[in-house]
Nanobody, 126 residues
Framework: QLQLVESGGGLVQPGGSLRLSCAAS????????IGWFRQAPGKEREGVSC????????RYGDSVKGRFAISRDNAKNTVYLQMNSLKPEDTAVYYC???????????????????WGQGTQVTVSS
């Protein structure tokens, strides 16, 4: 059974950076597409970024393009989300999710993912 654990969240000032990690246990991530999603209070869950099994296909939500970068290290069974130029509107709980059925590419629709982490809080505030 695949288990995902997010880490790296915290409080950061506007313009700052954070790197989130999504570490897997119980199974290898090699055969999974991975997505990062976020949810702010009172708002719907939003697709932030995703990466295909091979790492060759990446997608980003419009609100984070040019500021966030997703990567994966299959040897460490970990996926990363580098977040730069953070804004107060990036404040949310960030979740990583995995799906083994996405054979090629990845998608930013949360309902396509079957395994989820517990989330990590990111707060951008001065």
């Amino acid at each position: 059974q695949l288990q995902l654990v997010e880490s790296g969240g915290g409080l950061v000032q506007p313009g700052g950076s954070l790197r989130l990690s999504c570490a897997a246990s119980g199974n290898t991530l090699n055969y999974h597409a991975i997505g990062w999603f976020r949810q702010a209070p009172g708002k719907e869950r939003e697709g932030v970024s995703c990466i295909s099994r091979s790492g060759s296909s990446l997608r980003y939500g419009d609100s984070v393009k040019g500021r966030f970068a997703i990567s994966r290290d299959n040897a460490k069974n970990t996926v990363y989300l580098q977040m730069n130029s953070l804004k107060p509107e990036d404040t949310a709980v960030y979740y990583c999710a995995a799906d083994v059925r996405l054979l090629a590419g990845c998608v930013l629709q949360f309902h396509e993912y079957e395994s989820w982490g517990q989330g990590t809080q990111v707060t951008v505030s001065s």
